[in-house]
Nanobody, 127 residues
Framework: QVQLVESGGGSVQAGGSLRLSCAAS????????MGWFRQAPGKEREGVAA????????YYADSVKGRFAISQDNTKNTLYLQMNSLKPEDTAMYYC????????????????????WGQGTQVTVSS
């Protein structure tokens, strides 16, 4: 059974940093894409960053380019999101996601590409 468990969220002042982690288990294959999404109250879930297995190609939303960095440690089956220069508008619930063995690709930052989701970790940035 596939399981994704996020950690590392919290409250921080604007300009601060956080590192989110996502521990993955239950995969019998190497997930081709893994990503981070976020959802603020009253807003749609949006893709923040994604990484493709193998070549490690990364994808970022324009709003976080230059501030966030996605990475993965395959030895630990863990996905990371380093978030720097945080802004109040980054406040949201952050979710880890992974594609299944068979998936339809709508885009690396499109939620419908992904089959598996974690429960989320809250990030709150105060001004």
């Amino acid at each position: 059974q596939v399981q994704l468990v996020e950690s590392g969220g919290g409250s921080v002042q604007a300009g601060g940093s956080l590192r989110l982690s996502c521990a993955a288990s239950g995969f019998t294959y190497s997930s081709n894409y893994m990503g981070w999404f976020r959802q603020a109250p009253g807003k749609e879930r949006e893709g923040v960053a994604a990484i493709r297995a193998g070549g490690g190609t990364t994808y970022y939303a324009d709003s976080v380019k230059g501030r966030f960095a996605i990475s993965q440690d395959n030895t630990k089956n863990t996905l990371y999101l380093q978030m720097n220069s945080l802004k109040p508008e980054d406040t949201a619930m952050y979710y880890c996601a992974a594609v299944g063995g068979y998936y339809t690709y709508y885009g690396a930052l499109k939620r419908y590409t992904y089959d598996y989701w974690g429960q989320g970790t809250q990030v709150t940035v105060s001004s």
